[in-house]
């Protein structure tokens, strides 16, 4: 993230928030356009470590999906799994897994039980698991969405580097020292 990289973020801090006051004057009747943009909000607020901003988009990204289709699908799905990330971050912890799960089901209903997208979002759950203290249930899920993106995409693929940075980032919270920085140098 840009925080993490020591970068002055004020500029970028200040034209986000001025952004997100004017989506309801400037984007009012266009819901799909201020579902997108409050997508890219959230995730701009995430990378800046401002994970209760970061939910709040979400949160409103996710009230416009639903407004806009009753039905599930892949939008209100990553949203879902998108808030319930910003939230284990902000260490609400188990709202944020009841928002993963709930992604679960539906890209499951949607794509299987083997997709990509399902390997991503069971990723955002093993980061969840991971701060609750569920350390074996953390690990088992990683390995599976790490096992499921390189049997769908091999393993040159920027997603299994993603699925081996989040084993390791669980692997280091369970105090398994030498077998996260194995997984965080493969993903390198």
């Keep these: ?42 995730s701009v607020y995430f990378n800046l470590g401002e994970f209760d901003d970061a939910a709040s988009m979400f949160q409103a990204e996710l009230a416009l999906r639903r407004l806009r289709s009753r039905e599930e699908n892949a939008d209100i799905a990553r949203a879902l799994s998108s808030l319930g990330a910003a939230l ?26 083997e997709h990509s997208e399902v390997a991503g979002v069971l990723g955002n759950l093993a980061l969840v698991l991971a701060r609750q203290n569920r350390t074996s249930e953390a690990a088992d899920t990683a390995r599976a969405a790490l096992a499921m993106q390189r049997r769908l995409l091999g393993d040159e693929s920027p997603e299994v580097a993603v699925s081996l ?3 390791g980032t669980v692997l280091e ?16």
């Design 165 to 167: 940075n989040r084993l």
């Design 1 to 42: 993230s840009l925080v993490a990289l020591g970068r002055d973020t004020r500029l970028l801090r200040e034209i986000v928030a001025l952004t997100a006051a004017r989506i309801p004057r400037d984007l009012a009747g266009q819901p799909e356009v201020e579902a997108d943009l409050r997508r890219t909000l959230g």
């Design 173 to 188: 919270q369970a105090g398994r020292l030498d077998d996260a920085i194995a997984s965080f140098r493969e993903a390198l």
């Design 88 to 113: 284990g971050r902000d260490g609400k912890l188990s709202e944020a897994e009841a928002r993963i799960r709930e992604a679960l089901a539906i890209e499951q209903r949607l794509f299987g039980q």
